[in-house]
């Protein structure tokens, strides 16, 4: 909420003058990487737990630019919106969630990013419990998907010269929808320099596939932030969950979006101020019930 402004009765005469019309400017959007844990197929087995894998949503665009290519969710601000409400909205229209988490990732304003013309896009990264959002009705000129989000990387260059540090990573992003096998893939290489002890990134798409726009940057860079989010603190994985889940739901949360095994026994005594136990049981059949917990809010929010 912006605070309330009086001006000057100098003020207001310049700025009865001012046309703004003189400087260029550009159109401004909200893009949104929506990440899920969801199931992979059909599990032919009851007695073992349904496999899950981390997904993205992607629209597949019915017009120009990149007609038939795979974007993310996001549009452009209405008039009197600001980019979170932008992403709120296009958030719910897309899956008819409105309480998801958000994260800003970045803004994104590269010459040439979009043919159209200037435009700026302000993402972020959003995470959802997917099995109870509800996507749009497909159309014949719309259709959106979840796809398996798979990350390998190559180091390419590691050099150390005096204070400065120059590290350059490729990156190949794999997207693959369960229930098409369309498969996307594209690579981006990433630039990291160190100088004067500060950092300096930069981004580079060599590949595209079918990824609109420079939105194979954008996922990558919303994957990474995750990794790194929930490496160094579990709490955002909390938001891949519904509001009751099992501690083994959680770990697998958690190894799913770092993609490595963790110690049970280490990971259960890191998590347990952030839980609270329920007096629920799991109803699945197939296999023993389990007990239910949620977080624990006082914990949670009070660092």
């Given at each position: 909420m912006?605070?309330?402004?009086?001006?000057?009765?100098?003020e207001?005469?310049?700025?009865?003058s001012y046309?703004?019309?003189k400087?260029?400017?550009?159109?401004?959007a909200?893009?949104?990487?929506?990440f899920?844990?969801?199931n992979?197929?059909?599990c032919d087995?009851?007695?073992?737990?349904?496999k899950?894998?981390l997904?993205?949503?992607?629209?597949?665009?019915?017009s120009?630019?990149y007609k038939?290519?795979?974007?993310?969710?996001?549009?452009?601000?209405?008039?009197?919106?600001?980019?979170?409400?932008?992403?709120?909205?296009?958030l719910?229209?897309?899956?008819n969630?409105k309480n998801?988490?958000?994260q800003?990732?970045?803004?994104?304003?590269?010459?040439?990013?979009?043919?159209?013309?200037?435009?700026?896009?302000?993402?972020f990264?959003?995470?959802?419990?997917?099995?109870?959002c509800?996507?749009?009705?497909?159309?014949d000129?719309?259709e959106a998907?979840?796809?398996?989000?798979?990350l390998?990387?190559e180091?390419?260059?590691?050099?150390?010269k005096?204070?400065?540090?120059?590290l350059?990573?490729?990156?190949?992003?794999?997207l693959?929808?369960?229930e098409?096998?369309?498969?996307l893939?594209a690579?981006?290489?990433e630039?990291?320099?160190?100088?004067?002890?500060?950092?300096?990134?930069?981004?580079?798409?060599?590949?595209?596939?079918?990824v609109?726009?420079?939105?194979?940057?954008i996922?990558?860079?919303a994957?990474l932030?995750?990794?790194?989010n929930v490496?160094n603190?579990?709490?955002q994985?909390?938001?891949?969950?519904p509001?009751?889940?099992?501690?083994?739901?959680?770990?697998?949360?958690?190894?799913?979006?770092?993609?490595?095994?963790?110690l049970?026994?280490?990971f259960?005594?890191?998590?347990?101020?952030?839980?609270?136990?329920?007096?629920?049981m799991?109803?699945?059949?197939?296999y023993r019930p389990?007990?239910?917990?949620?977080?624990?809010?006082?914990?949670?929010y009070s660092?």
């Amino acid at each position: 909420m912006i605070m309330s402004y009086t001006m000057s009765k100098e003020e207001k005469q310049y700025l009865s003058s001012y046309d703004i019309s003189k400087f260029e400017r550009p159109s401004v959007a909200s893009d949104i990487a929506i990440f899920s844990i969801r199931n992979d197929g059909a599990c032919d087995n009851i007695r073992k737990l349904q496999k899950k894998s981390l997904k993205i949503l992607l629209i597949k665009r019915a017009s120009y630019p990149y007609k038939n290519c795979w974007a993310l969710p996001g549009g452009f601000c209405k008039p009197g919106e600001d980019v979170i409400e932008t992403a709120k909205r296009e958030l719910f229209e897309e899956t008819n969630v409105k309480n998801a988490y958000l994260q800003p990732v970045g803004v994104f304003g590269e010459k040439g990013r979009d043919p159209r013309g200037w435009i700026i896009s302000n993402t972020f990264m959003a995470l959802m419990d997917g099995e109870t959002c509800t996507l749009r009705a497909g159309t014949d000129a719309w259709e959106a998907r979840w796809f398996n989000i798979e990350l390998t990387q190559e180091e390419k260059k590691r050099e150390i010269k005096n204070d400065d540090f120059v590290l350059e990573t490729a990156y190949e992003l794999r997207l693959v929808n369960d229930e098409t096998k369309l498969e996307l893939k594209a690579k981006v290489e990433e630039s990291k320099t160190f100088r004067h002890y500060h950092e300096e990134v930069c981004y580079q798409i060599i590949e595209r596939d079918k990824v609109a726009f420079d939105h194979a940057e954008i996922i990558l860079r919303a994957l990474l932030s995750l990794r790194n989010n929930v490496s160094n603190n579990f709490k955002q994985a909390f938001d891949l969950l519904p509001e009751l889940f099992t501690l083994t739901q959680l770990q697998n949360a958690v190894e799913i979006i770092l993609n490595k095994k963790l110690l049970t026994a280490n990971f259960r005594r890191k998590i347990a101020d952030y839980v609270i136990e329920t007096e629920q049981m799991t109803e699945t059949a197939g296999y023993r019930p389990a007990k239910l917990f949620r977080r624990n809010v006082e914990r949670f929010y009070s660092n």
